[in-house]
């Protein structure tokens, strides 16, 4: 992973969680909690899971672990706090991408998982290519949740992505 594509990545996922936030605020709290049979059951489960696991690599990633009990931990029940939670986390995203270097992502990330506590360590660069590679996997679950209930949260292609289409405009 690049320097750049971290920063991508990063305002990628602050993009796309705007959006997906955006429309599920238009569902009822009974709609965005109802068991769709996804991994985390619901439109809420799912984001909340989203913002659960950022929080525990963004732990990783600065040295300042973020304990959870399961992956499936409820941090927020009122959806508006989800929110606010997840746009300071996407801040946080988007300061940590802009401070990487070439040499952190030349390094090592050393940790223990929640799901197994032995100890792991990987390429720094693989650690945050699965960080982001993991939100693109659940928000691809919340737009089928979301076109499930007739929604659409529109294009959501990396390439689309403003910054990225205005840098390769000819």
Known sequence: MRIEQARDMAAYNQWMNER???VCAGLSDAERRQDRGAFF???????????????VWMGR????????TGLDQELYHDFAELARARHGMDAA?????????????AGELAYASI????????EYWL?????????THHRGQLTTLLSQC???????DLIQLPQVEERNAT
């Open 20 to 22: 997906l936030y955006a």
């Open 41 to 55: 059951k619901s439109i809420h489960g799912t984001l909340n899971h989203l913002l659960l696991a950022d929080s």
């Open 61 to 68: 990633f600065l040295g300042q672990p973020f304990t959870v």
């Open 93 to 105: 995203i988007v300061r940590w991408a802009g401070s990487l270097t070439e040499s952190v992502l």
């Open 115 to 122: 799901v197994n506590p032995r100890p792991r360590k990987y």
């Open 127 to 135: 650690a945050a290519t699965h960080f982001f590679n993991h939100q």
């Open 150 to 156: 007739g929604l659409d949260v529109g294009v959501t």
